[in-house]
């Protein structure tokens, strides 16, 4: 069965810096690809959707890639805050089937 | 309302006994998501609406777990006889578009302890 993961539970980097989050799918293609954030005691909040024939997505200092044939999707914070530090999601889904998640990264900015 | 809204947000019961959870979606919504997250674990489908069409049930991790959506609004997710691994975040998500592209809006979820 298709099979989400997010390579790094924990991430640390410098403020200022990117950060890069992976997210990686076995078996075929998703349809769809997305990325949330989630605050500790807080719902996840939608950032960006990616589609398998878009091979980028910006909003601001967001960035996502797609590629099929790596697997794999990643996401890119720019200039990184000390107030993006929260856990990020990925979740995919193809067609007719529900959101399925990966168990995130814990992103921290360190000022 | 403005966003999606659950209730209670923090419950405690004893092993065995029955709990409701409540969540009112985004009014205009016609999708609505149950999902659970236990602690270090991603969020795990449990049941998806979409209007009138027969709920998928799927993700439901036995027959302890029902749900219901009354007059294509709100929904309450019902868990019979609790066992302590029901223990989780159980959140609640809408979504206004018709297919499951669409991106999700959550609420704060409801915090289940079963002791």
């Known amino acids: 069965s298709q099979k989400i993961e997010q390579n790094s539970e924990a991430l640390n980097i410098q403020e200022g810096k990117t950060a890069t989050l992976t997210c990686n799918y076995t078996?075929?293609?998703?349809?769809?690809l997305q990325w949330y954030r989630q605050d500790p005691g807080r719902g996840p909040v939608f950032l960006l959707l990616?589609?398998?024939?878009?091979k980028e997505k910006r909003k601001e200092r967001l960035k996502v890639t797609f590629d099929t044939t790596l697997k794999q999707s990643l996401f890119h914070i720019t200039a990184s805050q000390p107030a993006d530090s929260a856990t990020y999601l990925c979740?995919?889904?193809?067609?007719?089937?529900?959101?399925?998640f990966g168990k995130g990264t814990r992103l921290s900015v360190i000022a | 309302g403005a966003g999606v809204s659950q209730s209670p947000s923090n419950k405690v019961t004893e092993k065995g006994k029955d709990v409701e959870l409540r969540c009112d979606p985004i009014s205009g919504h016609t999708a609505l998501y149950w999902y659970r997250q236990s602690l270090g674990q991603g969020l795990e489908f449990l049941i998806y609406f979409q209007g009138n069409s027969a709920p998928d049930k799927s993700g439901l991790p036995s027959d302890r777990f029902s749900a219901e959506r009354t007059g294509g609004s709100v929904s309450t997710l019902t868990i019979q006889r609790t066992q302590q691994e029901d223990s989780a975040v159980y959140l609640c998500a809408s979504s206004h578009q018709r297919g499951r592209a669409g991106e999700l809006f959550f609420g704060e979820g409801s915090r289940l302890t079963v002791l």
């Open positions: 990616i589609r398998e024939n878009e």
């Open positions: 979740a995919w889904n193809s067609g007719n089937t529900p959101l399925v």
């Open positions: 078996n075929y293609s998703p349809a769809y």
